[in-house]
């Protein structure tokens, strides 16, 4: 029986790849109250601001690639069961070959209708009049500020049953999802990797904190965890 490895990842995972993150300086958020273009409220008033915002995105994404810290991970795979719980939406993970993906905050290349229904595959710049077969406008499938995070439920199950839990590229202080950590077993081998760790290797003795970049610091994670795979 493989083990579980669950894997969280945040905006540090993907900034190596060339995608801006929300807390740098220079964040993609710059110019805009995130509130104008994260949630329901800002759609309302201005959807043409946050229809632009997220092409922007799209675009971005389209022309970037997984780095050594997203193919690292699959490697993981070979020895444990592997499931990421990611809070970033962009799809580098799946490139990377990763199979097992849970995006709590959404996905870049999908949209979904105004009216409800499932997320549809969407790699083109989405634009006022794109409508669902009901009529509705389509919309970022994105989980915005105020939104419920459907698959919450899903991310707390799958950290209930982790032997080991790598925590990468996230401050940990945006909730719901920083609150996983939380649903791990009692004793759960911790691995947290950040250039600015938030937390300290004493804070839990089953914590081990290495303060690194995605590309540097997950091959250590990862050859740590093949060297104890059974």
């Known amino acids: 029986m493989k083990k579980n490895v669950v894997i969280l990842t945040g905006a540090g995972m993907s900034a190596e790849s060339g995608l801006k993150t929300f807390r740098d300086a220079d964040g993609l958020w710059e110019g805009h ?6 949630s329901p409220q800002g759609f309302s008033r201005n959807p043409q601001l946050v229809l632009d915002f997220y092409n922007q995105r799209r675009r971005q994404l389209l022309q970037v690639s997984p780095n050594k810290a997203h193919k690292a991970l699959v490697t993981l795979e070979e020895k444990y069961n592997v499931n990421i719980i990611t809070q970033n939406v962009d ?7 990763s199979t097992n993906v849970v995006h709590l905050h959404g996905e870049l290349l999908k949209v979904r209708s ?19 077969e009901r009529g509705y406008q389509l919309r970022p499938h994105i989980v915005w500020f105020g939104e419920d995070v459907p698959l919450m439920g899903k991310a ?3 950290t209930s049953k982790a032997d080991f839990l790598i925590i ?5 202080k945006v909730y719901p999802a920083a609150s996983l950590i939380d649903f791990a077993p009692p004793g759960t081998p911790i ?5 600015k760790p938030s937390i300290e290797n004493r804070s839990k003795h089953n914590l081990k904190v290495i303060p690194e970049n995605a590309t540097k610091g997950v091959p250590i994670a990862v050859a740590d965890l093949i060297d104890k795979a059974p």
Do not use: N, Q
């Open 168 to 172: 990468i590229g996230t401050s940990m």
């Open 33 to 38: 109250d995130v509130m104008e273009v994260a």
């Open 191 to 195: 691995y947290f990797i950040d250039p």
């Open 91 to 97: 799809d580098l993970h799946e490139r990377a070959g």
């Open 156 to 158: 707390m199950e799958l």
């Open 114 to 132: 105004t009216g409800g229904g499932d997320p549809i595959p969407w790699r083109k710049d989405l634009v006022l009049g794109d409508r669902c």
